[in-house]
Nanobody, 124 residues
């Protein structure tokens, strides 16, 4: 079993920055991918960013490309999401997720483990 715990959410003004963290614990497989998703009230869960187990490959959703950066610190089993130039439409609960295996995917049902989520609110 793998446990994921997000932190770093909060309230920020438009144009500001936040950094989210996702700490993984438990029996993490040798090959996995980790991702961030978000869900705003009344909307479906949306792909934000994904990083491969090696850290060599990253992909971003169109709405965050150029503003958000995903990274990992494997020594700490922690994933990060640096969010810059935040907009009110970025307001959502942000979830980290882990998928066992090498294949990168942006589809939520393909992920094996999820964190509890952290709220990000961007005021205008």
């Amino acid at each position: 079993q793998v446990q994921l715990v997000e932190s770093g959410g909060g309230v920020v003004q438009a144009g500001g920055s936040l950094r989210l963290s996702c700490a993984a614990s438990g029996r993490v497989a040798s090959y996995y991918n980790m991702a961030w998703f978000r869900q705003a009230p009344g909307k479906e869960r949306e792909f934000v960013a994904v990083i491969s187990w090696s850290g060599d490959n990253t992909y971003y959703g169109d709405s965050v490309k150029g503003r958000f950066t995903i990274s990992t610190d494997n020594a700490k089993n922690t994933m990060y999401l640096q969010m810059n130039s935040l907009k009110p439409e970025d307001t959502a609960i942000y979830y980290c997720a882990l998928r066992v295996g090498r294949t990168i995917t942006i589809t939520p049902p393909m992920y094996n483990y999820w964190g509890q989520g952290t709220q990000v609110t961007v005021s205008s």
